[in-house]
C-alpha cells in the first residue's frame, strides 16, 4: 500500500481477476482504504465505470473511507454520491466546524443531521442515511461478536498467526475463541470437531 511503484500493476491485476469473477452471482466488493484507488487516474476511472455497471452483475460495492474529504476531492465524487446511496457516518466531533460541516452538506446532510453526527459517542453509534431514511443507531456488539468482527489489531494478527502456527487451521476456531475468552464457545467448537472426527482407541 506504500510502495507507490507497486500499487499501480497490483491493483491492475487485482481488479481483473474481480472481473473475472463476477458471473450473476450475489457479490461483495468492499473497497477500504479508499483515497489509494481515488489518488490514481487510471483506477478512479475504473471505479466510476464499475458504480455504473456492477449492479447488473449482482454485485453490491462499499465503499469505505476514513475522510470525507477525500471523496470531495476526487475527480469522481459526483458519480460516488450519486452511485452510493446508502451510508453510514462515523461519529465526528469536529462535524459542525464549517469547513467540515459544508463536507457533510455535500452529501445531502442538513444542520441537524450534522449536529447528530457531532454528538454521537465513537465507536458505538453510528448514522445511516439511506433514500428511506435516516437514523442514529447502536451496534451494540457483546463479546463473542467482537471476537468475530472486531479483531483485525495488529496483537490479533500476532495471535491468531501463531495460533495457526501452534495448532493449525483444525483447532484454530477453538484457540481463537479460548484466546478471546470465550471458553463456552471454545468448548463447544471443540466438541463438534470431536464429534465429526472421533479419536480411534
Not at 452483475?57 to 446508502?86: G, K, W, Y
Not at 453526527?117 to 437514523?135: C, D, L, V, W
Not at 483444525?170 to 475468552?181: L, S
Amino acid at each position: 500500500m506504500g510502495n507507490k511503484s507497486a500499487l499501480a500493476p497490483v491493483l491492475t491485476y487485482i481488479f481483473r481477476t474481480l472481473e473475472k469473477r463476477f458471473d450473476g452471482r450475489p457479490t461483495l466488493l468492499i473497497l477500504d482504504e479508499a483515497w489509494l484507488f481515488l489518488d490514481q487516474g487510471s483506477f478512479a476511472a475504473k471505479i466510476r465505470e464499475w458504480l455504473k455497471t456492477l449492479r447488473k452483475f449482482n454485485v453490491a460495492v462499499v465503499f469505505a473511507t476514513q475522510s470525507l474529504a477525500d471523496i470531495a476531492r476526487s475527480s469522481i465524487a459526483p458519480a460516488l454520491i450519486e452511485s452510493c446511496p446508502t451510508r453510514v457516518f462515523l461519529p465526528n466531533p469536529d462535524a459542525q466546524t464549517p469547513q467540515i460541516a459544508e463536507l457533510y452538506q455535500g452529501f445531502g446532510l442538513n444542520p441537524q443531521q450534522i449536529r447528530i453526527i457531532a454528538n454521537a459517542t465513537p465507536k458505538r453509534e453510528y448514522y445511516y442515511q439511506s433514500m428511506s431514511g435516516n437514523r442514529l443507531f447502536e451496534l451494540g456488539l457483546g463479546p463473542f461478536s467482537l471476537a468475530v468482527v472486531g479483531s483485525s489489531s495488529p496483537g490479533d494478527q500476532q495471535l491468531m498467526t501463531r495460533l495457526l502456527a501452534e495448532h493449525g487451521a483444525a483447532q484454530f476456531c477453538e484457540r481463537f475463541f479460548a484466546a478471546k475468552g470465550q471458553a463456552a464457545v471454545a468448548s463447544y467448537l471443540a466438541a463438534q470437531r470431536d464429534a465429526a472426527h472421533p479419536k480411534v482407541a
